[in-house]
């Protein structure tokens, strides 16, 4: 019904830079009652790289991750994903902007209660009108364990096995940049660690960029760099982390934003 | 939990609104006709007269409750499916299953009372027109004084009360027993309509063509076979779809969609099935009827006009409902899809994308139930037409079903999209995260 004949054609080839802010501001609300969710951000992510965002609660980690994938529009700055820059348009534009370029891992999961596990799995290459290799889509599910769940419903699985769902369904369009946003918070630790492997994975194997939102100091462990956030700005960078180390920081925030990074 | 109940209603009218007028629409018409039991009782009213008053109250008057009952659960049922989530809350705030009943029905007498009350004053107007249209069509002498009496108001007031108090009670047991409906029950009283109603049908050429009775056996088997098709119809909206070639996202995902929720969907199917069996069966049967009346070169009797002011009637009356009930159940089952919608979005759906997956799903809808309602209603009006006239199929039967159809296909995916697009107003990551 919506199929659109032509396969979408893929850009010339990965820029170095996965993803780019300049200056990007979002403020919710209006005159007295306006918050800055995001104040001025910049940043660049290169190519290959994971990287945590952390903060504490209401600090903007949500509104930059929401800015940076395209599901919410900054009031200014720009936003470039892939060497491409994200443009004003309707919601239809932006959808078609994500699709291909943009990955998505959400704390919810967020599958589709009516469809099996593969179908789950190719139902962003359907919407998309793309050809659905069904034999990738099982190598994808078998490299996140779930080889044997193919016809199940989101409702037999476990937490953790939905949000290996999830990745999977995140790497079969093989985009540019995955986004996740709180991926282990409704987890166990076991199945925390699953996921945040199977992300790294995502990186080391298969060169994706991934940018994951946490609180969760062991999960931003799992990165090659953390980026710290206050009060919709950036206050901070931690290469190599160690749990310890992101906590310790963490704790210290605040005094961070007084001295004024 | 009746203070509960009250304030429940004071702080959420909207959601009580369907509820209010199908007890509203219902207590106005068993009023309207049930006052014409108070008119005939009244002094110095003829035979005929009388006749044709107390024949309309009764056959309407009867179709009325039955209306109101269906209507009201429907309704019900969808109110008490929306707020799941707060019975739950208050089931574990240490309500007892009794008590969330007794709310609930609280609830819906006390919607159904003000429905009746409101209905008073409108029932009075329907009254005195009906009687100017027999007056004037001479099937009542003009004479007879129009009289809104006890009969009418208490018939209107109980009816519309018990009728309310049961549904609730229904609905609320369903909810809170969270069992799959006795699937054995409804097959067997499916296959029995659809038995009783074949042979109710067949029965109709045991009749000679200009026998007066000749109308009730096709017309009540028509209905018989559409009550038995809108039983089976979850079922029969699953072996559609599997013989169903769909391609495209948006097919793909309807049919998946269709098939998960077929046992939901039960009530809007039903229905529609309902809907269009009716509505085209007694309309053309009718039309044929007074075809060959006018044919015959005879006036029409007054038993030949009532007979027509009643289909007419009746037919009237089921649209309204249907309509209420087709609306609100598809307005509540697709706002209770945000999340899902939501989801769709995140996964790379655009908005037309997801329109397109309702308006596919609400088609496919359309098409089932009117496709069954359409085969019960042409086994009565084949037989109605072979017996009455030499023809198979009357002439009317084709406008007549294209304008059942269109209202059919306009309610549908009308409420289903106008919804939708309602709904994909907020944002997807919003919509994810309000039911999450």
């Known amino acids: 019904m919506f199929r659109t004949g032509s396969r979408r054609n893929h850009d010339k080839g990965p820029a170095a830079e996965a993803l780019r802010l300049v200056k990007v501001s979002k403020t919710y609300g209006s005159d007295d009652g306006a918050v800055a969710a995001l104040d001025g951000v910049t940043l660049g992510l290169a190519r290959g790289t994971f990287t945590a965002v952390m903060g504490p609660s209401g600090s903007g980690k949500s509104t930059l991750l929401q800015c940076a994938a395209g599901l919410d529009q900054p009031d200014s700055g720009i936003v470039q994903v892939d060497g491409t820059e994200l443009t004003g348009g309707g919601e239809a534009e932006l959808t078609k902007f994500r699709r291909g370029r943009i990955g998505f891992v959400f704390q919810q999961y967020n599958l589709l209660e009516t469809l099996t596990v593969a179908q789950n799995t190719v139902l962003p290459l359907k919407l998309a009108g793309r050809r659905v290799d069904r034999r990738r889509a099982r190598e994808v599910l078998e490299q996140v364990g779930l080889g044997d769940r193919l016809s199940h419903r989101p409702a037999q699985l476990s937490g953790g096995q939905r949000q290996r769902v999830a990745i999977a369904r995140a790497l079969v369009t093989e985009p540019r940049v995955i986004f996740a946003d709180e991926p282990t918070g409704a987890l166990d630790t076991r199945s925390a660690r699953d996921v945040l492997r199977l992300l790294r994975e995502a990186v080391q194997v298969h060169g994706r960029t991934v940018v994951m939102v946490t609180h969760d100091p062991v999960a931003a462990s799992y990165a090659d760099s953390v980026l710290f956030l206050a009060d919709g700005r950036l206050v901070g960078q931690l290469d190599a982390p160690t749990a310890d180390a992101v906590a310790e920081r963490l704790a210290h925030l605040g005094d961070d934003v007084t001295v004024g990074v | 939990m009746f203070v509960l109940a009250m304030r429940s209603i004071r702080q959420r009218p909207g959601r009580f609104l369907a509820t209010l007028l199908s007890a509203f629409l219902g207590a106005t018409i068993i009023m309207t006709f049930n006052s014409l039991h108070d008119t005939a009782a009244g002094h110095g009213v003829d035979a005929v007269s009388r006749e044709t008053l107390t024949t309309s109250a009764s056959v309407v008057g009867g179709y009325g409750t039955l209306l109101v009952f269906f209507a009201v659960a429907s309704t019900l049922t969808v109110n008490v499916r929306q707020r799941a989530a707060e019975l739950e809350l208050l089931r574990s705030s240490g309500a007892t299953p009794a008590q969330l009943k007794r709310m609930v029905v609280g609830e819906a007498v006390a919607v159904a009372l003000v429905g009746a009350v409101l209905a008073i004053g409108p029932a009075m107007l329907g009254g005195r027109w009906l009687l100017d249209m027999f007056q004037d069509s001479g099937q009542v002498s003009g004479s007879v004084e ?290 999450a």
């Open chain 2, 146 to 435: 129009y009289s809104f009496g006890t009969v009418a108001l208490m018939s209107g007031v109980d009816i519309t009360l018990i009728a309310a108090a049961g549904a609730a009670f229904l609905a609320v047991r369903r909810a809170t027993l969270r069992r799959e409906p006795r699937g054995r029950a409804r097959t067997f009283l499916a296959w029995a309509a659809l038995a009783v109603g074949a042979v109710s049908v067949t029965s109709t050429f045991a009749f000679s063509a200009t026998d007066p009775a000749l109308m009730a056996a096709p017309a009540y088997g028509a209905i018989l076979l559409s009550v038995g098709f809108a039983l089976l119809s979850p079922r029969l909206l699953k072996v559609v779809l599997d013989r169903l070639p769909l391609s495209g996202a948006a097919g793909w995902l309807a049919a998946r969609n269709l098939r998960e929720r077929a046992g939901q969907l039960a009530g809007i199917l039903t229905s529609l099935v309902l809907f269009t069996a009716v509505a085209s069966a007694t309309l053309t049967m009718q039309a044929v009827e007074s075809d060959a009346v006018s044919a015959s070169g005879l006036r029409k009797s007054v038993a030949d006009k009532n007979l027509e002011t009643l289909n007419l009637t009746v037919v009237g009356i089921i649209v309204v409902f249907v309509c209420v009930m087709l609306v609100n159940s598809l307005y509540a089952a697709t706002t209770y899809r945000t999340r899902e919608f939501g989801q769709q979005r995140l996964a790379g759906a655009t908005p037309g994308q997801v329109l397109g997956v309702v308006g596919a799903e609400g088609l496919l809808l359309t098409v089932v139930g009117v496709v069954f309602g359409t085969v019960a209603a042409l086994a009565g009006v084949v037989p109605f037409t072979v017996v009455r006239t030499d023809g198979v199929l009357p002439d009317q039967w084709l406008g007549i079903w294209l304008a059942v159809v269109a209202v059919a296909a306009a309610v549908t995916l009308g409420t289903s999209l106008a919804t939708a697009r309602r709904v994909l107003r907020a944002p997807a990551v919003g919509a994810v995260a309000v039911a």
